[in-house]
């Protein structure tokens, strides 16, 4: 390795840390008015938040005799980044596929931004400005990076069949898209991948891909299913500082996540699942050191060591 | 044997009508398979109500042929929506399933003895299409050394040919908007579709719909091409048969079925005329292959070149062989 790419990389490092120790050290906008409006919030499963923007009543889904999901009663506050966790199985994706419209509940009702929303089919809950993403990443392998993204922009007069054929009907609003899809691209670190099949990507890439696209939605509320999974460290720490500039930006973030450093790092809110349940919620502090946590999810060992440094 | 006189029967049958018909119909199906993701196995049925539905309003009701034609393509809507609305919402295969079973219910539904004075039964409906061979503007035929396509056949290739390559426009127009982005999508992967917001469902009808109409078109001009159609002429090996030009000249590209037709009829007339004029110099053997048997060698030898196509260019002739190597993850 030459000097040169080596002194970049040392740069390139410093500034993470630099920005991690940013973070820590001054909490964003974003994040200091999420701790104002949750507050006064009670460390109680099913506890009502002051701004809710999703609430789901009775959700349950049973899979012949697995009960994978069984919400009594769930808010999440607007403006935050609220972090779902909990044991594997223990319902949080198939929590995210009822509430998104993929799958249909046994039971239960869920309004977003307070339109009632049951039932809804999943392209209309995403134009509601609900999105998400997929724990199995689904890239649209035989489109290129760009177009998978312009794919997400929402209201394209293109997409009509008989606009379509008119090309200077939509001309200009594309152009527009591709721009904003090659910020995005650029954002993520994929600049250099915009010409290519999707399928050519990396699992680490098409989680990547995914979010970008997911974005291109301009979602008030978006759903991400272990994001970081498979990311590499320095650009899992830019993918948390995008996250959060988007939280300060307004959006409210639901995201499932096993790494509990990340958790702990950016989550304004955590909510633990186990066998369907959600067994606590609360800020991300109280969460760690909550018995039913530790016993469900942490396990005692863990917490342990966390409470020593 | 006269190898130029075997080579001009080759050309006339890939730049006759029927290829134009054909790669028509398969422009169609590209529209469902090619850019949807759509399984279509009985593309035939749209070819058939186009055929009745042209020939019906003429012989029946009088209607112009023009007229007729847009009958044919408005009975192509209905069946796409009676196969469309119980099975898109559902697993590709239910449409695939639908369809076959569709085009074979109504070749039967056509020849019945109940819809017999309608359709004409196993005989079919003749001489329909007198207006269109008044209106031809050619008046000689046209002789290019030992080729030679008579005035009529004329006038029936610019028009086929003149609407399929309307068709391929029109297609190449809507594949590169953003409508076409949606159909693409959706041919990789549904859920992601509906995740953007994406009206799958209406996305699956629209192409359905659209490429049902192209085969009803083909399916008049067949009927126009011959001046007699019978229900038995709408067998399903002719819904394979598209699906082999389609493939062979290389599902979702604008061109394929063009090409793929072309050298499908191309070869599968060669090897007719060739076969016949080996057989009548005597280089075949009369115990080896007997006259009855150039029908079935000719398709096998088709089947076989199918088969290398698919081992040395699978993704067609000119289809994007980078886009197959995608690994599925
Ligand atoms: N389609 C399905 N059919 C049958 N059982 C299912 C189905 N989907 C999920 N389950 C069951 O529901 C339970 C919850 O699964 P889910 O995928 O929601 O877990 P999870 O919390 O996302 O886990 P992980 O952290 O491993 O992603 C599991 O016991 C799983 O076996
Ligand atoms: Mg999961």
Redesign the pocket.
């Known amino acids: 390795m030459s000097d040169d790419r080596h002194e970049d990389l040392l740069a390139q490092r410093e500034s993470v840390r630099e920005q991690e120790q940013e973070r820590e050290d001054t909490p964003s906008v974003g994040a200091r008015r999420a701790a104002a409006a949750l507050a006064g919030v009670a460390n109680v499963p099913g506890v009502a938040k002051p701004d809710a923007i999703l609430v789901a009543d009775d959700m349950s889904r049973h ?1 012949g005799g ?1 009960r ?1 999901v069984e919400v009594e009663h769930l808010e999440i506050q607007r403006g935050t980044i609220t972090a779902l966790i ?1 044991p ?7 929590f995210f596929n009822l509430i998104t419209g993929f799958d249909r509940p046994n039971s239960g009702r869920w309004s977003f931004d307070g339109r009632d929303i049951s039932g809804a089919p999943s392209f209309r809950i995403a134009r509601h400005g609900m999105v998400r993403t997929f ?1 199995l990443t689904k890239a649209l392998t035989r489109l290129t990076s760009l177009e998978n993204l312009m794919l997400g922009a929402t209201g394209q007069r293109g997409e009509r069949l008989l606009a379509s054929l008119l090309r200077p009907a939509w001309a200009a609003q594309e152009a527009g898209i591709r721009h904003r899809a090659e910020e995005l691209l650029a954002r993520f670190n994929l600049s250099h991948m915009r010409d290519e099949f999707a399928g050519t990507m990396s699992g680490g890439q098409r989680k990547l891909l995914e979010m970008a696209r997911a974005l291109m939605v301009q979602p008030d509320m978006i759903l991400l299913d272990e994001p970081m999974a498979g990311v590499n460290p320095a650009l899992t720490q830019s993918l948390l500082g995008h996250i959060e500039t988007l939280r300060d930006e307004g959006m409210t973030i639901v995201l ?1 996540e096993h790494d509990m450093d990340v958790i702990m790092s950016i989550s304004d809110w955590v909510v633990c ?1 186990a066998q369907g349940k959600v067994i606590a919620e609360g800020r991300p502090d109280d969460i760690r050191r909550d018995t039913a946590v530790i016993d469900a999810y942490l396990g005692s060992q863990r917490s342990l060591q966390e409470d020593q440094t | 044997m006269d190898v130029l006189a075997v080579l001009s029967v080759a050309v006339r049958g890939a730049l006759g009508p029927e290829a134009a018909i054909y790669a028509l119909a398969a422009i169609g199906l590209n529209i469902h398979f090619g850019y949807t993701g759509l399984l279509n196995f009985g593309q035939v049925g749209f070819m058939l109500v186009g055929a009745y539905g042209t020939a019906i309003s003429v012989l029946s009701f009088d209607a112009p042929l023009w007229v007729g034609v847009l009958v044919g393509m408005a009975c192509a809507v209905v069946l796409a929506l009676i196969l469309g609305i119980p099975t898109l919402r559902l697993r590709g295969d239910y449409l695939a399933i639908a369809t076959i079973a569709a085009a074979e219910v109504l070749r039967y539904l056509y020849r019945s003895s109940f819809a017999e004075p309608v359709t004409g039964g196993v005989f079919g409906l003749v001489q329909f299409a007198g207006e269109f061979y008044a209106v031809n503007p050619y008046t000689a035929p046209l002789e290019l050394g030992p080729l030679r396509f008579s005035e009529r056949a004329l006038w029936l290739m610019t028009v086929a040919w003149g609407i399929t390559f309307l068709a391929a426009g029109l297609v190449w127009l809507l594949v590169h908007s953003p409508w076409g982005r949606v159909l693409r999508a959706v041919r990789e992967d549904e859920d992601a579709a509906r995740s953007l917001g994406k009206n799958v469902f209406a996305y699956k009808m629209q192409a359905l719909v659209l490429g049902g109409v192209l085969g009803a078109l083909a399916g008049s001009l067949l009927a126009i091409n011959s001046q007699a159609i019978t229900p038995d002429a709408f067998i399903p090996i002719i819904t394979f048969y598209l699906w082999t030009i389609m493939i062979l000249g290389g599902a979702s590209r604008v061109l394929g079925p063009i090409l793929g037709s072309i050298v499908f009829w191309f070869l599968l007339t060669f090897l007719d005329a060739f076969l016949r004029g080996a057989m009548s110099a005597g280089w075949i053997p009369g115990g080896l292959l007997a006259p009855s048997d150039i029908g079935a060698v000719r398709f096998a030898a088709v089947g076989l070149g199918l088969m290398l196509l698919m081992v040395f260019r699978p993704a067609g002739l000119i289809g994007n062989q980078k886009e197959l190597r995608l690994d599925v993850r």
Request: proline content about 0%.
């Open positions: 899979f697995v994978a909990g594997n199985g223990a319902g949080k994706s198939t724990q499932v699942f």
